[in-house]
């Protein structure tokens, strides 16, 4: 392992277990908030990127992982409020860049959840040889907050909906809802609003000499099946893969909500095993 600066923000750990440039690199993008390389935020320890890196690794199969600009701005106790969807989408292909630049020839890229509209986006700009998108969303981040929220809360739709319309049409809510504040708070607003205005389904519809693995486990508390079938159909060149009772930090939940929340938390609990094997057969294919 090693650590990897590919330029004064972006950061991240290179296992390099094969010489041969020409074998698969894959580069692995997190989920939303302030993730790190391993795929934590704050008090919430997975280790669920870290652990499929290393799962990775034990295949024979080359990857790096890295921290999302925001680690690095946390860390420097300055976070700015101008931050948007597309930083993200640059930074990676950054990273793309910098391996092609260093030889490498064979790039798969895999994101998770949020990170999944990354790689899409950013193979739209810098071509690679796959996108493994694992609990990705094939609709705006709008629509898939709402439902969300209002899984739990029901109540709020209306007031979720008036609040994303002000924000596609101003950048900002001038009167956020009490019970939206958390969501909604001035640094995010500008950053959730450029990212609502990515639609997965378009970006999906311009890669049709992209491959792509679509990966959905069924016990995902955050992205229903349902997002990974329309991905898979509206890709050109897409394979779905299931994965049963796989959740959304790819642990396998033979119980309840409580089992699969506390998953989030165990950086000890073995990931799907299944989830490792289709991805290390894809790139190889």
Do not use: C
């Not at 790096?64 to 993200?88: A, C, E, L, Q």
């Amino acid at each position: 392992m090693k650590e990897i600066e590919i330029d004064s923000i972006i950061k991240g750990d290179l296992s390099l277990v094969n010489s041969n440039k020409n074998s698969p690199l894959l580069i692995l993008t997190q989920g939303s908030g302030p993730t790190n390389r391993n795929g934590n935020q704050g008090m919430m320890i997975s280790n669920h990127s870290k652990l499929l890196t290393d799962s990775l690794k034990n295949r024979g199969i080359n990857s790096f992982r890295y921290d999302k600009r925001t680690i690095h701005y946390i860390n420097r106790k300055n976070i700015p409020n101008n931050i948007k969807f597309n930083d993200f989408v640059l930074d990676l292909v950054n990273v793309i860049r910098y391996f092609k630049k260093h030889g490498f020839t064979n790039i798969h890229l895999i994101g998770h959840s949020q990170g999944s509209l990354v790689s899409l986006k950013a193979a739209e700009i810098e071509p690679v040889n796959s996108v493994i998108s694992i609990a990705g969303t094939s609709r705006t981040i709008d629509l898939v907050l709402t439902e969300q929220i209002t899984a739990q809360y029901p109540s709020l739709k209306s007031a979720l909906k008036k609040s994303f319309k002000e924000l596609r049409e101003n950048d900002t809510i001038l009167k956020v809802n009490p019970f939206l504040k958390s969501v909604f708070t001035p640094q995010n607003q500008k950053f959730i609003s450029s990212w609502a205005k990515v639609d997965p389904a378009e970006v999906l519809k311009k890669l049709d000499e992209t491959s792509i693995l679509v990966i959905q486990g069924t016990k995902d508390l955050q992205i229903p099946v349902e997002d990974a079938k329309k991905i898979d159909s509206i890709a050109k060149n897409s394979k779905l893969v299931e994965i049963k009772n796989m959740n959304h930090v790819f642990r396998i939940i033979e119980g309840n909500r409580s089992e699969n929340l506390a998953s989030y938390s165990n950086p000890k609990q073995a990931i799907s095993s299944e989830m490792v094997k289709a991805i290390s057969s894809f790139v190889r294919q």
